[in-house]
């Protein structure tokens, strides 16, 4: 199975501070058909999972484009640009290149 | 709106067979493209992805659950299904549905907890 790995796995920020949080792969997560099936997505406390980028660098819809999504084959990065408070929870990588699909253990974004 | 909601049996015992049910709108599991998936999450830990089942039936399993997962449709009613066979603690988790087109999950139901004890 491809191992994502998370870093760091906590994040403290302060409001409007600048934030990245890297995924890396086992293996590189470019498909045979071109696209690189690697997601963020933001997992609240006590919520459930939202999508927030797809395929690398593709800002879901109703998404802040404070967040942004970069990287290729193994290495990708979430940047959120300017904390706000709703953006604090669980971030997680997600392949679905391979079968089967896996996460990364999570950052967690904490207030300083 | 895309909506999804879980549902299942609550707490269950080791051995026994768990049945959840998917039921969503603002779509159809009819049209070509759309998936449903189900990931689960043990309390305080990550996301672990089951199953996906696609528009034309097609369908995808996690082989660490080996051979104890079997998804389903009911594209009338507007429902998914995932049953866990020889369930035991480590099954113990909050099983999530999520609806995208394969690899995407861009929507995801409450959870439906699942306990499974003696």
């Known amino acids: 199975d491809v191992v994502l790995t998370q870093t760091p796995p906590t994040l403290s920020a302060t409001i409007g501070q600048s934030v990245s949080i890297s995924c890396r792969s086992s293996q590189s997560l470019l498909d045979s058909d071109g696209d690189t099936y690697l997601n963020w997505l933001l997992q609240r406390p006590g919520q459930s999972p939202q999508l927030l980028i797809y395929s690398v660098s593709n800002l879901e819809s109703g998404v802040p484009n404070r967040f942004s999504g970069s990287g290729s084959e193994t290495d990708f990065t979430l940047k959120i640009s300017g904390v706000e408070a709703e953006d604090l929870g669980v971030y997680y990588c997600?392949?679905?290149?391979?079968?089967?699909?896996?996460f990364g253990a999570g950052t967690k974004l904490e207030l300083k | 709106q895309v909506t999804l909601k879980e549902s299942g049996p609550g707490i269950l015992q080791p051995s026994q067979t768990l049945s959840l049910t998917c039921s969503f709108s603002g779509f159809s599991l009819s049209t070509s493209g759309i998936c449903v998936s189900w990931i689960r999450q043990p309390s305080g830990k990550g996301l672990e992805w089951l199953a996906t089942?696609?528009?034309?039936?097609?369908?995808g399993y996690n082989p660490s659950l080996k051979n104890r997962l079997t998804i389903s449709k009911d594209t009338s009613n507007n429902q998914a299904f995932l049953k866990i066979t020889s369930v035991d603690t480590a099954d113990t988790a909050i099983y999530y549905c999520?609806?995208?087109?394969?690899?995407?999950?861009?929507?995801w139901g409450q959870g439906a907890s699942v306990t499974v004890s003696s």
């Open positions: 997600m392949q679905a290149t391979h079968a089967p699909y896996t």
């Open positions: 999520a609806h995208g087109p394969w690899g995407v999950m861009d929507a």
């Open positions: 089942i696609c528009w034309e039936d097609s369908k």
